[in-house]
């Protein structure tokens, strides 16, 4: 059986106020092109579909095209579950309608423990939960109640969750499971998170790839990278496309989608590699360089995004900086600086804190800091931050 992996779309994002929603189209259009090239038997989504719980509309109609391409269109089964970024009850909606065009998506913990069997791989579909999610099941299942208890973390409710699953294993059969949480090589061996929102990697908290070695194969969303992949046979197939400055940076080992081969006798992968329709680049130079025509005529000036860093910058001897940035090079999606040397703008810190709303004290900080008022845009993603925080209170 042949899959394509891809994971953490997260439709509906966007970069510093700037939608990625063309750039994650395009990056679809190849991955699906892919697919059908390969001429795959399934497409696997290991979590983080949508950006954020409650998406956009824009995002669920571009979504819903997407997978009604694939499914419908190109009758290619689809395999997706849930990530943290997803809502998975909101999610959970219409599966059982969806399974009879063979879309199977799995949005939560007591779902997990019906695999789906081919001819030749059974496919277990472990979503993103919290060790929460894993007391409430295993109440519910009758465990003992001091057991319960004792799931603290997700290396405890793992220790349940997938010797629970091996018991299900069809042994003329190969076990492929699909998921999406932080897996490090080993328990002393830390990977480095590009996904944003886990706050824990390391230590107990983290999962080892040890955890998963009855599985023939895994297929894992979370990690945003795919070189962080934690065995070689436990796989991040990393996000298609470069969300940040810190993804652009490890451009080098290029987004894409992996192609598995799993049959009974052998397991193969191979890397397809995306190329962005905008790319976004990363510049760290000098505010003279940056302005040096000599410079500027080798960057992919008006056909990229761009994330500055101007180094050793005297804020005093400049003015509108990312308008002069963005006469050059079209689209600075990110402005920083690096060793600013400081005027004498007025200092938040002498006002009275207390009196300013959160937004406020940003907006100031910003101006500050880079001289520039906050765009409408900006002022919308921060207003949406304080209000997500305000939820999460
Ligand atoms: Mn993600």
Redesign the pocket.
């Known amino acids: 059986m042949k899959f394509l992996h891809s994971a ?1 779309w ?1 439709i509906g994002r966007t970069l510093n106020g700037y939608s990625l929603l063309d750039e994650q189209k395009h990056a679809f259009k190849k991955m699906l092109q892919i697919a059908i090239d390969q001429q795959v038997d399934a497409v696997v989504i290991a ?2 579909i949508y950006d954020r719980a409650i998406p956009s509309t824009n995002a669920v109609t571009t979504l819903d095209s997407m997978l009604q391409e694939i499914n419908l269109k190109h009758s290619l089964p689809i395999y997706a579950i849930s ?3 997803d809502g998975a009850k909101r999610l959970n909606f219409a599966n059982e309608w969806m399974e009879k065009s063979d879309f199977h998506l799995t949005t939560l913990l007591d779902e997990a423990f019906s695999p789906v069997k081919t001819s030749e791989v059974q496919i277990f579909m472990l979503p993103f939960f919290d060790p929460m999610d894993a007391r409430v099941y295993y109440q519910e299942q009758g465990l003992d109640a001091d057991q319960v208890k004792n799931i603290h973390t997700i290396t405890d409710a793992m220790n349940l969750v997938l010797p629970d699953m091996e018991k299900l294993f069809d042994p003329n059969k190969k076990h492929v499971l699909i998921s999406h949480f932080a897996v490090s090589p080993s328990a002393d061996q830390e990977i480095e998170l590009t ?1 944003e ?1 886990t706050s824990k990697v390391g230590g107990l908290a983290t999962l080892t790839a040890q955890q998963f070695e009855k599985f023939d194969y895994v297929m894992l ?2 990690i ?1 990278t795919r070189n962080a992949s934690p065995a070689e046979n436990v796989r991040y197939a990393g ?1 298609p496309v470069k969300f940040n400055v810190k993804e652009a940076k490890m451009a080098n080992q290029g987004k894409g989608v992996d192609i598995v081969e799993v049959t009974s006798d052998k397991i193969e992968r191979t890397f397809f590699e995306i190329q962005p329709k905008t790319d976004l680049v990363v510049l760290e130079e000098t505010w003279d360089t940056l302005l040096d025509p000599t410079f500027y005529k080798t960057q992919p000036i008006d056909q990229a995004w761009f994330a500055i860093t101007v180094k050793d910058f005297d804020r005093s001897k400049h003015i509108n900086v990312r308008a002069k940035l963005q006469e050059i090079y079209g689209t600075v999606v990110e402005l920083d600086y690096e060793n600013v040397k400081r005027d004498d703008s007025p200092d938040v810190a002498q006002q009275n804190l207390s009196e300013l709303s959160p937004d406020n004290i940003v907006d100031q900080f910003f101006k500050t800091i880079t001289g520039n008022d906050l765009t409408q845009d900006q002022k919308e993603l921060v207003d949406g931050i304080f209000v997500d925080l305000r939820k999460e209170d």
């Open positions: 953490d997260h979590g983080d990530g943290n970024h996904s929102t969303g979370h945003h996000s």
